[in-house]
């Protein structure tokens, strides 16, 4: 499950970064992801951020091959694989969690790289679920020319029983910091 857990890791990175460093899609989207926008992010990295984006762009594009539509095929292809096998598996388990009645690092491995599919879900609101909220600008951002794609997998995701794993292990999380603190 490890090696598995690791290419989605790399899909859901070239997936994302298809549209999301596409020539038809804002920065704002990347560079808020990023930090860009966040005054906890020191103001000369994010200076650096805005200014060298065009390059960074280029170079992600090329070095994750991110104009090659059969490869994003693939990475979409290998995504849903995975919701498979998730699914599958917490049908079979007998409890709430992948392997039965106790969360696992499988769990929370899975959950963390899936929980950027879900960024109206997660990542975008108020507060940010993501990154503990560390990053207020997640809250504010503006999904005004978001891809359209991502808009579509976040929909697929959501209604799969790994898609609600996810967001219940992400408010479980929520529920345990309040208590918490």
């Known amino acids: 499950m490890e090696a598995a857990l690791n290419v989605f890791g790399h899909?859901?990175?070239?997936?994302a970064y298809y549209y999301l460093l596409d020539h038809t899609?804002?920065?704002?989207?990347?560079?808020?992801?990023?930090?860009?926008?966040d005054p906890k992010?020191?103001?000369?990295?994010?200076?650096?951020?805005?200014?060298g984006f065009p390059l960074l762009k280029l170079q992600m594009r090329?070095?994750?091959?991110?104009?090659?539509?059969?490869?994003?095929?693939?990475r979409l292809r290998a995504l849903v694989a995975m919701f498979d096998r998730?699914?599958?598996?917490?049908?079979?388990?007998?409890?709430?969690?992948?392997?039965?009645?106790f969360?696992?690092?499988?769990?929370?491995?899975?959950c963390a790289l899936a929980a950027p599919l879900l960024g109206r879900t997660i990542v975008f609101t108020k507060p940010s679920q993501y990154a503990n909220g560390r990053f207020r600008s997640f809250a504010d951002a503006d999904f005004t020319g978001?891809?359209?794609?991502?808009?579509?997998?976040?929909?697929l995701l959501s209604k799969r029983p790994c898609g609600e794993l996810v967001v219940r292990m992400y408010a479980d999380r929520k529920c345990h910091a309040r208590s918490a603190s």
């Open 11 to 15: 899909c859901i990175q070239g997936f």
């Open 103 to 110: 969360m696992s690092y499988v769990d929370v491995t899975f």
């Open 62 to 74: 090329t070095v994750f091959a991110l104009a090659n539509a059969e490869k994003q095929a693939e």
């Open 146 to 155: 978001y891809p359209v794609k991502l808009v579509e997998l976040e929909a």
């Open 86 to 101: 998730v699914d599958a598996a917490l049908a079979n388990s007998g409890g709430p969690y992948i392997f039965g009645k």
């Open 25 to 37: 899609v804002s920065s704002k989207f990347a560079l808020c992801a990023w930090g860009a926008y």
């Open 41 to 51: 992010i020191s103001c000369l990295e994010r200076t650096c951020l805005v200014w």
